[in-house]
């Protein structure tokens, strides 16, 4: 069954997700389609929403194709999928370059979004790290390291539809994984999705200010 859009992925997920409701949570976006999704959920569990900045490495000669991630922190977390950089015959400076495109995406976008707010403290409390879809997966796969990075009780893996094979691929990464809906064949993300319009840089920035950090208790992350 299609979504209507991103909204009604995240209702969705939230009744699945509605035994985490009045514990230790903390909701966290990929941007920015992750985003609309996870404030949905954050929303009806009563749990603080907060982002996480990752960004895809792509080929240079076919930029979808990923070859590796970045993930912003204290100290940035790059993973490079060697079976990936060999095919594409991706040398290490054009990496390197890309990469640095990416970490000056990742500035921009953390200080339009959060505007000096500090990240909520991941230790101690139940991660549940949403995006819109899955379709390889190493997006949320860097993902999933960089939360660990922080000591979190738990990681949760909420997404709305994926391939079989990419969530198996991030079983042991995750200590759950909740995603409605494993087509077979997939295509992409967007084919499961009435409305897959783009997220705008806006609406990112609204949902986090209607979502009330000082109800919530914050503090650095480690």
């Known amino acids: 069954m299609p979504f209507h ?23 966290l976006a990929l941007p920015r389609g992750g985003v609309p ?3 949905e959920i954050a929303r009806a569990l009563g749990a603080p929403l907060d982002v996480l900045m990752v960004r895809k490495i792509g080929a240079p ?4 194709f990923a070859v ?37 995406e990742i500035e921009r976008r953390r200080a339009l979004y959060l505007k000096g707010r500090t990240p909520i ?31 979190p009780r738990a990681v949760v893996v909420a997404v709305p539809v994926a391939p079989r094979d990419s969530l198996e691929a991030l079983a042991e990464a995750a200590d759950r994984i909740v995603c409605l809906e494993t087509p077979d064949p997939f295509g992409a993300v967007g084919y499961f999705y009435e ?10 920035i609204a949902l986090l200010q209607a979502n009330d950090p000082a109800a919530h208790s914050e503090s650095p992350r480690p």
Do not use: N
């Open 121 to 151: 403290a991941l230790r101690g409390r139940t991660v549940i790290l949403v995006d819109d879809g899955l379709a390889t997966g190493s997006t949320m796969r860097v993902a999933l390291k960089a939360v660990r990075r922080q000591h």
């Open 61 to 64: 000669a076919h930029p979808e």
């Open 37 to 39: 999704v996870a404030a």
């Open 195 to 204: 409305d897959f319009g783009q997220v705008e840089d806006a609406e990112v």
């Open 5 to 27: 859009h991103r909204q009604d992925a995240g209702q969705r997920l939230a009744k699945a997700l509605a035994d985490y409701r009045g514990q230790d949570c903390v909701v």
């Open 68 to 104: 590796g991630a970045v993930v912003d922190g204290p100290a940035p977390l790059v993973v490079e999928d060697a079976a990936h950089l060999a095919m594409t015959q991706t040398a290490k400076e054009q990496f390197d370059a890309i990469c640095a495109r990416e970490l000056k």
